[in-house]
């Protein structure tokens, strides 16, 4: 391995916004932010997604309302419809 060309490998705490939940992964990203966790003064990244908070990893899809959908959608084209 060549010196001084690699990044710095290091553990880092990601924080998932959307879930409240903290992460503590090896990462080579680069940030001024610290926090402690668990007794230890770590770099620290926000994100807003992760497996905590992803639908494909919960099982919880987004539900939208269908009455809101159409509600929307008569409103935006529901002239163009109704004027024969």
């Known amino acids: ?3 001084d060309i690699h990044p710095e490998y290091r ?14 992964v090896g990462s080579t990203i680069k940030t001024e932010r610290t ?7 770590l770099p ?6 992760s497996s905590a908070s992803h639908p494909y990893y919960t099982g919880k899809q987004k539900e939208f309302s269908k009455e809101g959908s159409t509600a929307r959608f008569q409103q935006r084209f ?7």
């Open 1 to 3: 391995m060549k010196a």
């Open 78 to 84: 529901g002239r163009f419809i109704g004027s024969k």
């Open 44 to 49: 620290y990244v926000t994100i807003d997604v």
């Open 35 to 41: 926090i402690d966790h668990d007794g230890e003064t």
């Open 11 to 24: 553990t880092v705490v990601f924080h998932d916004l959307s879930a409240n939940a903290y992460f503590k």
